[in-house]
T-cell receptor, first 110, second 119 residues
Framework: QKEVEQNSGPLSVPEGAIASLNCTYS??????FFWYRQYSGKSPELIMFIYSNGDKEDGRFTAQLNKASQYVSLLIRDSQPSDSATYLCAAATGANNLFFGTGTRLTVIP | GAVVSQHPSWVICKSGTSVKIECRSL??????MFWYRQFPKQSLMLMAT?????????EQGVEKDKFLINHASLTLSTLTVTSAHPEDSSFYIC???????????????FGPGTRLTVL
């Protein structure tokens, strides 16, 4: 069974701090991993995706992948109140489907 | 680029009626579209995978006769909730997977969602 696990939170960080969001997956066949941000009442929007072990940086966001540990993380530097949202981790195998975690709710405190 | 629209954005209907939701990829062709359902404070649950020109593949526990999916073109998929009941009230979100081009293999782009309320 393909499972993606996330800590539901809420995770609270002060403005300007680094927010660290974690995700584990059970299917070793998963090849690509996605982080989506979802504001309340809205649909998810893609932040980043990562395929290879190591870090991938895009602006204030860094995705980290460790396939041996089946672990994916998202770091948000210089967190802003506008970053407050639910962050969804998703894993995909070579097939079409994305398997989503339940999401981590992040609150950035001004 | 990679914009997906849904219509309507919200709908309220009486129990027993049918509701159709449209999902369109506006600036790309999508051979595969996905339909998700999200209940309050829960994650996205995949309902079905829709491939253009073929029958949809439904996830376990999703009634194909209740949730009719038609993917008639490379830019349009529809979900019809037939004989809707209050327990079908939810946030329905579609996503579309671009066919090749500059996008990564598994990227999906989500529509804005449709909030269905069945009275």
């Amino acid at each position: 069974q393909k499972e993606v696990e996330q800590n539901s939170g809420p995770l609270s960080v002060p403005e300007g701090a680094i927010a660290s969001l974690n995700c584990t997956y059970s299917d070793r066949g998963s090849q690509s991993f996605f982080w989506y941000r979802q504001y309340s009442g809205k649909s998810p929007e893609l932040i980043m995706f990562i395929y290879s072990n190591g870090d991938k940086e895009d602006g204030r966001f860094t995705a980290q992948l460790n396939k041996a540990s089946q672990y994916v993380s998202l770091l948000i530097r210089d967190s802003q109140p506008s970053d407050s949202a639910t962050y969804l981790c998703a894993a995909a195998t070579g097939a079409n489907n994305l398997f989503f975690g339940t999401g981590t709710r992040l609150t950035v405190i001004p | 680029g990679a914009v997906v629209s849904q219509h309507p954005s919200w709908v309220i209907c009486k129990s027993g009626t049918s509701v159709k939701i449209e999902c369109r990829s506006l600036d790309f062709q999508a051979t595969t579209m996905f339909w998700y359902r999200q209940f309050p404070k829960q994650s996205l649950m995949l309902m079905a995978t829709s491939n253009e020109g073929s029958k949809a593949t439904y996830e376990q526990g999703v009634e194909k006769d209740k949730f009719l999916i038609n993917h008639a073109s490379l830019t349009l998929s529809t979900l019809t909730v037939t004989s809707a009941h209050p327990e079908d009230s939810s946030f329905y979100i579609c996503s579309a997977k671009p066919h090749g081009g500059k996008y990564s293999y598994n990227e999906q782009f989500f529509g804005p969602g449709t909030r269905l309320t069945v009275l």
